[in-house]
């Protein structure tokens, strides 16, 4: 059974930081390409980072491009988001995903989602 586990989130005031990370168990997480999402209060959920699955290759949303840095660690099976001069907007649940190697579907088709962790930013 494949668990993604969220945890780092928290209330954070207007450009502070924080880092997000997901601990997966039950997938071939060193094949997987992970990812993060959020959903805003009344909005749909979106993509934010994705990283490959040996971590070489990265993508971001453009709203948090230079902000944000997603990493993983496949010896302990985490991936982490990084997230620093955070803004309002950045407010909402912010999910861990995997899927499979294909790259070319990094910000679609996820087959595993954890719970998610609730991020608040301040004004």
């Known amino acids: 059974q494949v668990q993604l586990v969220e945890s780092g989130g928290g209330l954070v005031q207007a450009g502070g930081s924080l880092r997000l990370s997901c601990a997966a168990s039950g997938l071939t997480f060193s094949s997987s390409i992970m990812g993060w999402f959020r959903q805003a209060p009344g909005k749909e959920r979106e993509f934010v980072a994705a990283v490959s699955s040996a971590g070489g290759a990265t993508d971001y949303a453009d709203s948090v491009k230079g902000r944000f840095s997603i990493s993983r660690d496949n010896a302990r099976k985490t991936v982490y988001l990084q997230m620093n001069s955070l803004k309002p907007e950045d407010t909402g649940i912010y999910y861990c995903?995997?899927?499979?190697?294909?790259?070319?579907?990094?910000?679609?088709?996820?087959?595993?989602w954890g719970q998610g962790t609730q991020v608040t930013v301040s004004s």
């Open positions: 995903a995997g899927r499979g190697s294909n790259w070319l579907l990094r910000r679609s088709a996820y087959n595993y």
